[in-house]
């Protein structure tokens, strides 16, 4: 019973804010919100993340421990990880340093990942 309320908990949180927050912009911000939503950044670097860590933590907390679940969780926190820090070595802003460390710790994190399964 527990694991299942972790789990009403762990999705429905965060969804509940989100919906709040965008209730309260008002026209102007909405708009620069669906802008920025559309960005290539937005949708293959930062959502995959945003999305894989409950997705990872969806895979342990119910009880079943169901690998599979896990292994897309990572794998969408690590494929968004690696699209930013691509992004921060080729956009407009370039911070080669923070890209090329970035990157480092991606494949760190996915060796350290797979070793430890």
């Known amino acids: 019973m527990i694991q299942y309320l972790f789990f009403l908990l762990l999705w429905g949180v965060p969804s509940l804010q989100i919906w ?12 620069k919100v ?7 950044l937005f949708q293959f670097g930062i959502l995959p993340m945003g999305i894989g860590l409950p997705i990872y933590l969806t895979g342990s907390v119910l009880g079943l421990d169901i690998p599979v679940v896990r292994h897309i969780g990572a794998g969408l926190i690590i494929f968004g990880w ?9 956009g407009s802003d ?8 970035m990157i480092a710790a991606g494949v760190l994190g996915t060796g350290a990942y797979l070793y430890f399964i």
């Open 20 to 31: 709040h927050s965008l209730e309260n912009l008002d026209k102007d911000e909405r708009v």
């Open 82 to 90: 690696m699209v930013a820090g691509t992004a921060e070595l080729t």
């Open 34 to 40: 669906r802008r920025e939503i559309k960005e290539p």
């Open 94 to 101: 370039r911070n080669v340093l923070k890209g090329i460390g």
